[in-house]
């Protein structure tokens, strides 16, 4: 049997991230949130998930520098990464995805939508097969 696949959920909006992590196990992953940078990266470092949700803006550490320390540690080079927020201006998109972000989603999500991004993601980056 194949070990469960960890999610990483970090958002510092209390009720988005309790909606996230409740359909990633819905899901059948194993998830892990923060709700803020710090603790965010802290978690990915120490856990190495297979995918992070990671907001752009919240306190601490940004999710921008999140994602440029997430992409500079080697043993996170096939962790999947999908940046979200509300905002949906063109240059936060484009900056995400230049830092290594796997694709962005824009809030609210469609949750159904965010996981098939993520499992189509963690095919072509980490090779991993449903």
């Given at each position: ?93 484009e900056a995400a995805k230049k830092l290594g972000?796997?694709?962005y989603c824009i809030k609210p999500a ?21």
């Amino acid at each position: 049997m194949q070990p469960k696949l960890t999610a990483l959920i970090v958002d510092d909006e209390d009720s988005l991230r309790k909606l996230m992590v409740m359909r990633f196990e819905q899901e059948g992953f194993r998830v892990l949130s923060a709700n803020n940078g710090d603790d965010g990266l802290m978690l990915a470092e120490t856990e190495k998930p297979h995918v992070v949700i990671l907001d752009i803006i919240m306190p601490g550490l940004h999710g921008f520098e999140v994602i440029q320390r997430i992409r500079q540690n080697p043993a996170l080079d096939r962790t999947v990464v999908i940046m979200t927020s509300a905002k949906s201006y063109k240059p936060d998109i484009e900056a995400a995805k230049k830092l290594g972000a796997d694709d962005y989603c824009i809030k609210p999500a469609d949750f159904d939508e965010l996981v098939a991004t993520v499992w189509n993601h963690l095919k072509l980056r980490a090779g991993i097969s449903l």
